[in-house]
């Protein structure tokens, strides 16, 4: 059996309770610290703790670019690291935020995703060479192209994670997968093969764009809407009307990445006033941290950690 290598592992604020998980799950991977200290100004006043120890090892660090806010200091850090003459160094970035933005639809448009890759793709080469970039589910497949030859991409998915906990459900053999759209289905659908499957689609009727069924029978089966990310809502809401009125018994969702602006994540909240539960699960991963804590022990949401994929991607 192959030695595991060992892999000292830094990690933002955010990303605390994640990295604890990571280093739980395997003794190759030693967590390290950062002080995450401002000057008066404002701007960031950081050091990396044990600089001299690192040297001539695998290092890591866990991002969460969750808000543009954080996002200046932790990349401060990500571009020194590799430059205190460690052996390798990966950055684990699980959710890649500005991936809805990739296109520019007309002149002036700002292709923010993008602009994101591109300076990724500018930390700087280690000893071992260059950066591996883990990220989870990114939006569009298109986006693993954007990055330069000073990063190597390894895009990994949920969806086994999705996978184990559906045979774990009393009706896991009544599971039937929706696609919220064709998008979704191109993305997912390899991985989901063993499942029947539904596909939504959304037309275009005057002013509003409304959900139908396009293919696929829910009837009688717990159905599992899968997407991978989610913001207001409002899609996975539609098409929950959509199955529960061609016949679906239960409808739940998973998405990897539950961003949720706006506490958006309060309309899928199960109430006690004994009215319909359109939602049976809600799974969703620990990719955005301010979620993970925000919807914590509310029904119907249920977190999957990344925790144990992490461990194992930072061994490859």
Not at 84 to 92: P, R
Not at 275 to 300: G, L, Q
Request: proline fraction near 5%.
């Amino acid at each position: 059996m192959k030695k595991k290598k060992q892999v000292l592992l830094y990690y933002c604020v955010e990303m605390e309770d994640v990295a604890r998980k990571i280093a739980s799950e395997s003794d190759s991977i030693i967590l390290h610290s950062i002080n995450w200290r401002s000057f008066a100004d404002g701007f960031p006043n950081l050091f990396i703790n044990n600089a001299h120890d690192i040297r001539g090892q695998h290092v890591a660090f866990l991002a969460s670019f969750s808000s543009p806010a954080v996002i200046f200091e932790q990349l401060s850090v990500i571009f020194a690291l590799p430059r205190l003459f460690v052996a390798s160094f990966t950055l684990v970035l699980p959710f890649f935020p500005t991936g809805t933005f990739e296109r520019m639809e007309e002149e002036g448009d700002v292709a923010t995703a993008f602009t994101m890759a591109r300076i990724i793709s500018n930390i700087p080469i280690s000893r071992g060479g260059p950066t591996s970039l883990v990220i989870y589910d990114i939006h569009a497949l298109q986006e693993r192209f954007y990055f330069g030859d000073h990063v190597l991409p390894l895009f990994e998915t949920g969806i086994p994670l999705l996978k184990q906990r559906l045979q774990q459900l009393p009706d896991s053999e009544k599971i039937v997968i929706a696609f919220p759209d064709d998008g979704a289905w191109k993305r997912f659908h390899k991985q989901l093969v063993h499942y029947p499957t539904v596909i939504c689609t959304k037309v275009r009727e005057g002013d509003k764009r409304i959900v139908r069924l396009k293919e696929g029978n829910p009837a009688g089966c717990h159905v599992v809407i899968v997407d991978d990310l989610v913001q207001s809502g409002g899609t996975l809401i539609e098409c929950q009307k959509v199955l529960a009125a061609h016949g679906a018994s239960k409808v739940s969702a998973y998405v990897t990445h539950g961003i949720f602006p706006n506490r958006s994540w309060e309309r899928f909240l199960h109430k006690n006033d004994g009215s319909e539960k359109a939602f049976t699960y809600f799974w969703t991963t620990d990719s955005c941290p301010h979620t993970v804590k925000a919807v914590a022990n509310n029904a119907p949401f249920e977190v999957i950690s990344l925790a144990g994929s992490i461990a194992d991607a930072l061994q490859i």
